[in-house]
């Protein structure tokens, strides 16, 4: 079973910075793309950012210029820097896991951490 585990979410004033990790299984994460999501209270999970294998990232338009994701394989740990951050960028995150085995792909998330941003 393919564990995820987020840290690094709390409570900051709108303007702050936060960053986020995910610590993912060591045998795969070099290979698997990795992402974020969120859900802000009320509303969808929907798609912050990913970053492929080979290290393309791609972000939803509302955190472009503001979210930088980037991994460490050596650590097997996906970063989500957020920065200028927002009291609409309040959600729970989730880290996200994309992968393959014998073309069959496989799908994990993590359990979510939550992110205020209020004054």
């Known amino acids: 079973q393919v564990q995820l585990e987020e840290s690094g979410g709390g409570l900051v004033q709108p303007g702050g910075s936060l960053r986020l990790s995910c610590a993912g299984p060591g045998s795969i994460f070099s290979i698997a793309a990795m992402g974020w999501y969120r859900q802000p209270p009320g509303k969808q999970r929907e798609l912050v950012a990913t970053i492929t294998s080979g290290g393309m990232t791609n972000y939803v338009d509302s955190v472009k210029g503001r979210f930088t994701i980037s991994r460490d394989n050596a650590k097997s740990t996906v970063y989500l820097q957020m920065d200028s951050l927002k009291p609409e960028d309040t959600a729970v995150y989730y880290c996200?896991?994309?992968?393959?085995?014998?073309?069959?792909?496989?799908?994990?998330w993590g359990k979510g951490t939550l992110v205020t941003v209020s004054s």
């Open positions: 996200n896991l994309k992968w393959s085995i014998l073309g069959a792909p496989r799908e994990y």
